[in-house]
């Protein structure tokens, strides 16, 4: 049972380069969300997506750009990634929406540098 | 807006004791759900224990329970009989229960558990 997968585990980035986040999950979950944390921040949320086709701003959704064209995947692009966006992201999902009582299962983080 | 306070950044607790870690929030919202996660060392997300602001009982999942008192917005976890495992990142979360208002996050609180 894979639960959540990201992809990939570790990444280093020149600024102004651009690249994915791959997330899976393979519990049929219509609920989607991506998250960073930085030190003392806790999680922030990036982007969210209730199901195929439908995706929604976060809190700090800048210099991110998401889809969701399966129930499956919800990949993360940064289009041209700078400094600031050091840190490390998680995918997460869940059966209902935050708004259920279903608890959100994380993948185990993508630790992305970029210098 | 949705608002989570852990105000405790780092707590101390000897081994096979009890630990209270804090969490209040602010809400508008007549209905909503709360969560607490565990992040040990090695990074991954653990959900830990959820409440609902209409449920009867406080929570309990093993040595984990919600101590909620909703008229003072607060939502503490309490861990009995300490375990060197213990030791983590823990985060309490909250969404309201209508729409898809996604999950909002504390900073969390760094537990250390002594042998």
């Known amino acids: 049972n894979a639960g959540v997968t990201q992809t990939p585990k570790f990444q280093v980035l020149k600024t102004g380069q651009s690249m994915t986040l791959q997330c899976a999950q393979d519990?049929?979950?219509?609920?989607m969300s991506w998250y960073r944390q930085d030190p003392g921040m806790g999680l922030r949320l990036i982007h969210y997506s209730v199901g195929a086709g439908i995706t929604d701003q976060g809190e700090v959704p800048n210099g991110y750009n998401v889809s969701r064209s399966t129930t499956e995947d919800f990949p993360l692009r940064l289009l041209s990634a700078a400094p600031s966006q050091t840190s490390v992201y998680f995918c997460?999902?869940?059966?209902?929406?935050?708004?259920?009582?279903?608890?959100?299962?994380f993948g185990d983080g993508t630790r992305l540098s970029i210098l | 807006a949705q608002k989570i306070t852990q105000t405790q950044p780092g707590m101390f607790v000897q081994e096979k004791e009890a630990v209270t870690l804090d969490c209040t929030y602010d809400?508008?919202?007549?209905?909503?759900?709360l969560f607490w996660y565990k992040q040990p060392s090695s990074g991954e997300m653990i959900f830990l224990i959820y409440?609902?602001?209409?449920?009867?009982q406080n929570a309990t999942e093993g040595r984990y329970s919600l101590n909620f008192q909703k008229a003072r917005k607060s939502a503490n976890l309490v861990i009995s009989a300490s375990q060197l495992g213990d030791s983590a990142m823990y985060f309490c979360?909250?969404?309201?229960?209508?729409?898809?208002?996604?999950?909002?996050f504390g900073k969390g609180t760094r537990l250390s558990v002594i042998a």
């Open positions: 519990m049929n979950h219509e609920y």
């Open positions: 979360a909250m969404s309201p229960n209508s729409g898809n208002t996604p999950l909002v």
């Open positions: 409440q609902g602001s209409y449920d009867q």
């Open positions: 809400t508008s919202d007549p209905s909503y759900g």
């Open positions: 997460a999902s869940s059966f209902g929406g935050p708004g259920s009582n279903q608890p959100q299962h």
